[in-house]
């Protein structure tokens, strides 16, 4: 059971590279609406104070953060993201493919709820700013992008030394958060 842990702690690394893709997504003027929103609602996610798992956690604070990037991946496949770098577009894959395993680690039920949750993330405002907002205003992007900086650098090391007490208490969150 604990081998799911050590897969999300394992995402944690390339968070920056994650970020950068959906930046690129929310910067492109060929990708589609949804597709900006998408990219926009999981950036704006990590800056979040509402967190499914609250940041301050310890251990698992930031696996929520690397799942719903995951999950909004998979979600702008369904969209036309433009034509995007190589390295963009290997990042965007990775991530969706990647959906699989926390499929594989909450069950179909809970996941099913957890996408739904990420596609609402489109027309949800954080910190005063909406996904639509960010796809058209520039300055509001600039903004975000700083705060996720400040987020990154404050972000501690996932440190679990009990990876089955980390994985029952991710789930007992996602489970009561995601009703």
């Known amino acids: 059971m604990a081998a799911h842990i050590e897969v999300f702690k394992g995402w944690a690394e390339t968070i920056r590279q994650d ?3 959906f930046k ?5 003027a060929k990708a589609d609406a949804s597709s900006r929103r998408f990219a926009g609602g ?3 996610y990590l800056v979040s104070r509402m967190d499914l798992v609250p940041d301050w956690n ?3 604070g930031v696996l929520d953060d690397v799942m719903v990037l995951r999950v909004c991946a998979q979600l702008t496949q369904g969209c036309d993201r433009g034509t995007l770098p190589t390295s963009v577009e290997v990042s965007l894959e990775r991530m969706a493919n990647e959906a ?3 499929t594989a680690f909450v069950g179909g039920a809970l996941y099913d709820r957890l996408r739904a949750y990420c596609a609402r993330l489109v027309d949800q405002s954080v910190r005063g700013r909406t996904p639509a907002q960010l796809a058209e205003d520039a300055t509001a992007r600039k903004a975000l992008y700083a705060e ?3 987020e990154i650098k404050r972000t501690v090391p996932i440190v679990i030394n009990d990876p089955v007490d980390a994985e029952v208490r991710l789930k007992a969150y996602l489970t009561h958060k995601l009703k």
């Open 58 to 60: 310890e251990g698992i």
């Open 42 to 44: 999981a950036l704006s």
């Open 100 to 102: 699989d395993k926390i």
């Open 19 to 21: 970020i950068d893709a």
């Open 24 to 28: 690129a997504v929310l910067e492109s």
């Open 148 to 150: 996720i900086d400040d």
